[in-house]
């Protein structure tokens, strides 16, 4: 069973820091693009951050380039994203997803189930 599980979400004060993991069963990330998304409340949901299943190149988020960071540990079949110097605009339920075969973070083929971050004094 194809699965994406997410952990680490919690309650931090701005300035904090978070670090996310993303935990795939049922298959392995080699070959997967990888993202990850959030949606705050009232709020569409938007790209954070992708990882290419190729080279291992990243993009971000003008919102949060300089504060976070993606990577992947294949032999872990796990994704994480590190966030630094959080915000209040970061509190959202923050999703990971993947694409086979792809180095672009579009038209994702399996979601998780979220992780709620809040980040609030």
């Known amino acids: 069973q194809v699965q994406l599980v997410e952990s680490g979400g919690g309650l931090v004060q701005p300035g904090g820091s978070l670090r996310l993991s993303c935990a795939a069963s049922?298959?392995?990330?080699?070959?997967?693009?990888i993202g990850w998304f959030r949606q705050a409340p009232g709020k569409e949901r938007e790209g954070v951050s992708c990882i290419s299943s190729s080279d291992g190149s990243t993009g971000y988020a003008d919102s949060v380039k300089g504060r976070f960071t993606i990577s992947r540990d294949n032999a872990k079949n796990t994704v994480y994203l590190q966030m630094n110097s959080l915000k209040p605009e970061d509190t959202a339920v923050y999703y990971c997803a993947v694409r086979y075969g792809s180095n672009f973070c579009t038209g994702m083929h399996y979601w998780g189930k979220g992780t709620l971050v809040i980040v609030s004094a």
């Open positions: 049922g298959f392995t990330l080699d070959y997967y693009a």
